[in-house]
């Protein structure tokens, strides 16, 4: 098949994909597209919101809809990393067998990852940057794709770790859920105050999710599309040559290589989803938000003056 009869393929099955888990999930697009573009882009996501938006059905639900294996993991503050990666124990021939983890799986939900402490928010460093895990000097490989979906509470401070800014810089999105509309929010008790039984069919295989990834990296990109993307990065650096007056105002740091790399890779997503055989400029633009959001640090006085990240991220286009 051709990468263009490929993409044409992509796009129907994503139509069905959507459709299979609007049985459960009722609105929440933008969050579903953004999460599916991470997924299909071979990213990871982190998942802002306050308790009770159905952040866990979400992603339950959409690796049910894929066809992946899926396991939660509750962070908090007790939590080792042998929890999160397995053991080795002695079996009764005294010889040491391992103990898979549920890091093993497809798609992890690392439920408030800001619960923990560092040094078992760095246990799933490893695994998110190189698809393996070394536990008792022994290398893993975990079976792909593979996919970390983090949700982290902005309101309770008390009692969390924040996370670092090299683990931040790890996960392409940072999304951010709000509450639904009174509309959306009628749907959503109806559904789940009955006792309907609700089937998601399993729409692709592990295989097919890794040959679209694979496809949506072979899509061509002009290189104007690049240097836009690369440019807009650079300006979100305070001290850099590029930057605006608003960055060196408002931001002590900004965003890395890796911003630039992700910028792309979403954008092709992006396009692909709608159809689109290459990006442009307008794919880049719609998934600057949540790419730059996690990686741009403002300083007190954007605090102080209630300047937030989308005002600065608007202003780079």
């Known amino acids: 098949m051709s990468d263009v009869a490929a993409i044409e393929q992509f796009v129907k099955q994503y139509k069905d994909l959507k459709t299979e888990i609007a049985k459960v999930i009722i609105g929440q697009d933008t969050v579903v597209n953004q999460i599916l573009i ?3 882009s071979g990213g990871h996501s982190l998942l802002i919101g306050v308790p ?10 959409i690796a049910q809809a894929l066809g992946l294996d899926f396991k939660r993991i509750q962070f908090t503050p007790d939590l080792m990393p042998s929890d999160i990666l397995g053991s080795e124990i002695l079996d009764e021939d005294r010889h040491f067998k391992f103990i898979k983890g549920p890091i ?10 800001n619960r923990t402490p560092p040094k078992t928010q760095a246990a799933l460093l490893e695994a998110m940057q190189e698809r393996a895990v070394t536990v008792a000097g022994h290398h893993y490989k975990l079976s792909l794709p593979y996919f970390v979906l983090a949700t982290q509470n902005p309101i309770e401070q008390e009692g969390t770790y924040p996370l670092p800014e090299a683990q931040l810089d790890r996960f392409m999105f940072a999304i951010n859920l ?7 929010e009628v749907e959503v008790v109806k559904a789940t105050t009955s006792d309907n039984q609700v089937k998601v069919n399993s729409l692709f295989s592990a295989q097919q999710i890794i040959d679209f990834q694979h496809l949506i990296r072979r899509i061509p990109v002009a290189d104007n599309v690049i240097e836009y993307a690369v440019a807009m990065v650079g300006k979100t650096r305070p001290n850099g040559d590029e930057a605006t007056d608003l960055v060196k105002t408002y931001i002590d740091w900004g ?9 792309i890779l979403a954008a092709k997503t992006h396009a692909a989803i709608n159809g689109k055989f290459s990006p442009d400029i307008e794919n880049v633009q719609a998934v600057a938000n949540s790419i730059l959001r996690h990686r741009i640090i403002k300083n007190y006085k954007a605090e102080a003056e209630s300047i937030s990240e989308e005002d600065i991220i608007k202003s780079l286009f």
Do not use: H, W
């Open 178 to 184: 709000d509450y639904p509309s009174f509309k959306e």
């Open 255 to 263: 965003a890395g290589p890796r911003a630039s790399q992700n910028l």
């Open 38 to 40: 991470s997924i299909f």
């Open 104 to 113: 093993f799986s497809n798609i992890i939900l690392a439920d408030e990852i």
């Open 52 to 61: 009770g938006l159905a952040k866990t059905l979400m992603v339950n639900t």
